[in-house]
């Protein structure tokens, strides 16, 4: 049976990502900061394993593993949580900048330095859901759109290193999704938030799948996806 573990599985991109390989059968296994998250999760996703760790202190996920059953072999690795909040250079505090670079590109480093040797074992894949802020960026975006252009040069990078090993690793940059995290920042940016407007996050989740079911021959490195006419 394929195995994936997905990080942000709660809502949003994640939980759309996990609805459907749920729906195949695949073996899930979930990444939740705490133990009465994965109770959530465990309740939402039955059949579903939880894994407890929290991407906000990436350097606890080691420990925190360590203590904890993981597959033996795992097909994929699908990056889907993150954080954001906005604000000017000018106004950005280290506190604001540190808590969205631990937990949207630093977390996601860790994680898969953990779970290489599993990946590596099944020529797995890693999937960073990035944004269409890691290619370009706008004013109060600013580090939020840091933390994810950093994710794609950790992509790129791991993409190189691990190519000998067989794990294939793509990104994805989808543009506005009608999510919880999208309705935080139209308020932060004092707008009115209209869900319509913007793309179902099972739409976004039919690109990972893409990537993850592609022949082995090929692999998708970069893929951009945004909302329809």
């Known amino acids: 049976m394929t195995a994936h573990l997905i990080t942000g599985a709660g809502s949003g991109i994640g939980a759309a990502v996990v609805d459907t390989l749920a729906e195949r059968g695949d073996e899930l296994w979930l990444l939740a900061r705490d133990a009465g998250r994965a109770k ?55 506190k604001t900048w540190n808590a969205q670079l631990a937990a949207n590109l630093v977390a996601p480093a860790e994680l898969t330095r953990l779970l290489l040797p599993q990946l590596r074992a099944a020529r797995g894949q890693v999937v960073f859901v990035n944004s269409g802020a890691g290619l370009r960026t706008n004013p109060q975006w600013g580090a939020y759109s840091a933390s994810k252009h950093g994710l794609k040069a950790l992509a790129d990078a791991l993409r190189a290193e691990e190519h000998d090993n067989g794990v294939r690793v793509t990104s994805v940059y989808p543009g506005r999704t009608s999510t919880p ?32 079911d592609l022949p082995r021959d090929a692999e998708i490195t970069d893929l951009s996806v945004r909302p329809g006419a």
């Open 40 to 94: 959530e999760l465990e309740s939402r996703f039955p059949g579903a394993r939880t894994v407890v760790g929290d991407l906000a202190t990436p350097e606890k996920l080691s420990w925190a593993l360590s203590h904890q059953a993981l597959p033996d072999r795992l097909d994929s690795l699908v990056h889907s949580a993150g954080v954001v909040d906005l604000g000017s250079i000018a106004d950005l505090t280290p």
């Open 181 to 212: 995290m999208q309705a935080k920042v139209h308020q932060q940016e004092g707008k009115e938030y209209d869900e319509a407007r913007w793309m179902d996050p099972a739409s976004v989740a039919r690109t990972v799948l893409t990537a993850l």
